[in-house]
Structure formats: C-alpha cells, structure tokens
C-alpha cells in the first residue's frame, strides 16, 4: 500500500492511505544505509503487518519532488501565509522575508489577508496593489464570517500546503473553516497520532480531503535571510522582473544607479514602494551582515 507520512516521532512513522487508515510503521534497517531518512511529507510503500492494529513496516520512500528544512516536511506543493489586515497589525517586513525565503525554495505562495471585515475597500485595494506582482496568490478572507472561504478550499485542494503566520491573525479560526465536515476523518487521524505524542512539538500534517494535505507551521522564529548575496536580492523581487534588462547599467542593483528602469517604474506606481523600501533595506542589511 501507499501513503503519505504524517508525522513521525519516536521512531515511529504514522502514514495515512486514503481509504484505509492510519498505519503505525517502523521504517526498517535498509533506510540507514541508503542515508536517506522518513521524512512528513514523504510518499512511501508499507507493508502491512497487523490490519487490526493498523501497523507495518515502511518498505519504500519515493522519489522526493522537495524538501523543506524549516519545517522539516518533504513535497511541499506550495506555502500559505496569513496575515490580518487588521489586529494584528501586519508586519510586512515579516511577510517580504517570508517571500523571499519561499522564492528562494521555489515553493509559490498564498497570501491569505483575513479578517477582511476589518478593513475598508481602500485598504483592500492597497494590499492588492503592494501584492498581485509579486508572484503570489492575493486572496482575502475573514474565517469569522466565511469569506474566502470557498476559494482558499479549492486553492489547497490536491496539494500539500505548509501554513505559516504570526499569532492571532486567525489561523486556528481558518483551518476550523476549512476542516469544516472533515472531523470524523480528521479526528481519527489525529487520535491516533495523539497517543504517540511528546512533550516537544513535532511538525504534524493534517489530512483535508483526497490528496490534500496541510501542515500548521509554529509562527516564524526561525525567518532569517540565509545564504543570499545582496547581488542576488533583487531576483527574490518577481516584480523588478520585468525591468531587469531595462537598467542602464548591468547587474543594477536598483538603488543609486542613474538610468533605473526599477525606479522609474516606482516613479510611475507600477512598483509599490512598500516592497521597494523594504528591498532596500534588506540590501542593507545584508551588506552590513557578519560573514559567518
Ligand atoms: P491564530 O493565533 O492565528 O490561530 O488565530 P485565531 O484563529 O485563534 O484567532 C485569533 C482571534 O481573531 C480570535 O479572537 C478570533 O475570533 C479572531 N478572528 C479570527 N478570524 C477572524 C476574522 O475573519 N475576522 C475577525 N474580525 N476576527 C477574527
Ligand atoms: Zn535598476
């Protein structure tokens, strides 16, 4: 049989096939050889040991399509982000890091603005304004009333999602949206999950539906740019994209140069400057970064 391991802790791996259930397996010697260890995430064949008990021996690990370190989960298909235009304020610092950090993986992304009841069309207008170029989904909702709902539902369908907000944007309320009519299998997979549980947190997926997949990530302690140059930075902005060979001078970094197609089309509104502002100041902080 073939499934998708759920989380894994004491070196138990807990694999869910759709249609059967969800399967106790200890991954055998052979993988300690071939260096390659079980990751959430990952598609593997078990073989079945107990059908009662619902245990077996993980035989095979397919293929990886990725594999993120932070969390550690392999085929992600793509990276949801929320964050409340209102209360909490958003950080958009936090949000541009989060981007690049995904860019950089090439992983795409949503970004779920909730709690749209608190803003006003202009706001909303603004968001989308500051976002739709950056090579994201924009998407707006309020899991209070339901909105976006729907949407979000069909963008997560099929696809193994990680989450990732700052707390009390409304995550917990979104999943619970989203999870709607889903408890009895969800709750299945979790109880069983629960009784292997440690004190410390592990990186867990949740099962939503055929194929579909998603995994809470615990906020963004670990956002730190890693491994970029500041020469590299502005390929991590999708929108500078499409100036990037209309600069004066080659391999303008977009920010002193005379002749700058970026900063003429920040001129012109087709760039946000918010996004602009923060490029630069990450270009600055990596200039002055130790080298490690
Ligand atoms: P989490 O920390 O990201 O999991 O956030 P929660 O789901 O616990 O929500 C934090 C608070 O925001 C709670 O008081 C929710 O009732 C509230 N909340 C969640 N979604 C919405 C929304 O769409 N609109 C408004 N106005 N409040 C919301
Ligand atoms: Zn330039």
Redesign the pocket.
Known sequence: MTGKIMKGIGGFYYVYVENAGLYECRAKGIFRNKKMKPNVGDMVDIDVISEEEKTGNLVVIHPRKNQLIRPMVANVDQALV?FAVH?PEPNFQLLNRFLIMMEKQEIPVVICF?????ASDAEREQLLLDYENSGCHVLF?????GEGIPELKSLLRGKTTVMA?P????????LNSISEGKQMETGAVSEKIKRGRHTTRHSELIYLGEDTYLMDTPGFSSLYLMDIDKEDLRFYFPEFGAYENQCRFNGCSHIHEPGCAVKEALAEGRISRMRYEDYCYLYEELASARKW
């Open positions: 929320i209360e909730n709690k749209m009841d608190l909702s309020s899991a209070q009333e907000g707390s009390g944007v409304g995550k917990s309320s979104t």
